[in-house]
């Protein structure tokens, strides 16, 4: 069991994890704006956005770039960094790190390190658009983006067809329509939705109905804005063959995955989450690295 020392007892510098506005500024919280203002560095997701931010409210702490391009060149830096006693705070484009955004690497390396991890609360466009869905609120499954290709999309949305939670989703609006329509088609027509589009901004809308409806709507009327997709947990859910799967040899459901018209790495990834495992660990056991 690991567990970290208090912060006036480490000699290492700490990783602020804090939220940003989703949208309106005015849902910066006072500690996450002492944050910014108090330490050493500034990890962002993208510098050039995170600078308008940093100007709103007056701040002028250094930023370093970290996104999911340079993950594996940062990691290392900035854990030497905190090592070296430097106060890093690690904020994404919007909403939570490591929640569809960059994150979860570098809080991985500074917990194997020992390092004192510290999250802020702050704005979560899921959790802001599950509670005024209307839909069932607890317990919730959040999904976060699907793949972009059909057929993974299929194959994914058919592993989560007999869940009995309120799942959510996040999509663009360039492929909101499709993914609509591959919805429709795996947990049919008549299943509940709410689509949450540009929340806590000036056009803030939701939209409600069943699947059919709304993609319907949606085929005549242009997206515009990001959007959370909840779909309503399926209240008579089917026996299938998911359960019979999981008690395959790993590498077997890999393989059936593959023969759904997967690739490996996505076939990979969808077994890890089925099997609650990370994806590189199932990775190497598939290659027998």
């Not at 939670?165 to 027509?189: C, Q, S, W």
Request: glycine content about 6%; aromatic content about 6%; some cysteine.
């Amino acid at each position: 069991m690991q567990q970290v020392s208090s912060f006036n007892e480490t000699a290492t510098g700490r990783l602020y994890l804090v939220p940003t506005p989703i949208g309106n500024l005015d849902d910066m919280t006072f500690r996450a704006i002492k944050t910014l203002q108090e330490v050493d560095l500034i990890a962002a997701e993208d510098t050039r956005h995170t600078q308008q931010l940093l100007n709103h409210f007056e701040i002028t702490t250094r930023q370093i770039s970290f996104h999911e391009h340079n993950t594996e060149q940062r990691i290392p830096e900035l854990i030497a960094k905190l090592k070296d006693g430097t106060s890093i705070a690690q904020c994404s484009d919007a909403g939570m790190p490591s929640i569809s955004d960059p994150g979860k690497e570098l809080v991985e390396a500074a917990v194997k390190e020992g390092i004192p991890v510290v999250p802020l609360p702050g704005a979560n466009a899921g959790l802001t658009a599950l509670i005024a869905s209307g839909l069932v609120p607890q317990p919730f499954y959040f999904y976060g983006f699907l793949e972009r290709k059909h057929q993974q999309q299929l194959t994914a949305l058919a592993a989560l067809k007999n869940r009995q939670e309120t799942m959510i989703f996040y999509e663009a609006p360039h492929r909101l329509k499709k993914t609509l329509a591959a919805m429709a088609e795996v947990f049919g027509d008549q299943r509940q939705v709410v689509l949450a589009r540009e929340l806590t901004k000036r056009y803030e809308e939701f939209t409600r109905g069943s699947l059919g409806e709304v993609a319907a709507w949606f085929a005549e009327h242009q997206p515009r804005g990001e959007f959370v997709v909840l779909v309503a947990g399926n209240d008579h859910p089917e026996a299938d063959d998911q359960d019979e799967s999981l008690s395959l040899p790993l590498t077997e459901q890999v393989d059936q995955a593959i023969l759904t018209g997967l690739s490996t790495n996505a076939a990979i990834k969808l077994v890890a989450k089925r099997n609650n495992m990370k994806r590189q660990e199932l990775y190497k056991q598939y290659h027998q690295l």
